[in-house]
T-cell receptor, first 112, second 114 residues
């Protein structure tokens, strides 16, 4: 009965590769997010997505692209991975009218 | 969003009440106070939120001062599993969708001592 799930939990890859992280929520929420938590533990918003409207944090490189096949999924595609992309990535969701966000367990990405 | 200030770390004995302060002196009238926590190696977890009245749920109580410039999160009977980083976030309540995400500061690392 997991509310927000992410796959994979761990991802180790080489520089220059392209990879995807999947996120699914079964809460019926209409807004989903991707956050990045770096090695210093700072948690920063990357994207928010609602009703096909995408809001991008201006600091996110265009190598990162979220894709939503339906309201329950928001996948994160990353092209040409760099060492600095190593971090834990969290997916989250909420419903309209609240700031109570539900977070997934995170995906630890390591770029070698 | 209004800026918040929290102590970097705090200790609390197991079984005692943990009181976590947060200053938000620039909070505006339509902004709520939210608390989240992040237990090691897990995603952040919503705890509670409030506007001006004190709030209580099964996890915690939130006390907001009358001038709304500061608040305190209270965990009434702390357990070892409450060891986590606690984040105080101030922002307005969304009436619709498609807005930006939460802004997390450094938070308070609460350590519950056995």
């Amino acid at each position: 009965d997991t509310a927000v799930s992410q796959t994979p939990k761990y991802l180790v890859t080489q520089m220059g590769n392209d990879k995807s992280i999947k996120c699914e929520q079964n809460l019926g929420h209409d807004t989903m997010y991707w956050y990045k938590q770096d090695s210093k533990k700072f948690l920063k918003i990357m994207f928010s997505y609602n009703n096909k409207e995408l809001i991008i944090n201006e600091t996110v490189p265009n190598r990162f692209s979220p894709k939503s096949p339906d309201k329950a999924h928001l996948n994160l595609h990353i092209n040409s991975l760099e060492l600095g992309d190593s971090a834990v990535y969290f997916c989250a969701s909420r419903t309209s009218g609240t700031n109570e966000q539900f977070f997934g367990p995170g995906t630890r990405l390591t770029v070698l | 969003d209004a800026k918040t200030t929290q102590p970097t770390s705090m200790d609390c004995a197991e079984g005692r009440a943990a009181n976590l302060p947060c200053n938000h002196s620039t909070i505006s009238g339509n902004e709520y106070v939210y608390w989240y926590r992040q237990i090691h190696s897990q995603g952040p977890q919503y705890i509670i939120h409030g506007l001006k009245n004190n709030e209580t749920n099964e996890m915690a109580s939130l006390i907001i001062t009358e001038d709304r410039k500061s608040s305190t999160l209270i965990l009434p009977h702390a357990t070892l599993r409450d060891t986590a980083v606690y984040y105080c976030i101030v922002r307005s309540l969304y009436s619709g969708g498609g807005a930006d995400g939460l802004t997390f500061g450094k938070g308070t690392h609460l350590i519950i001592q056995p």
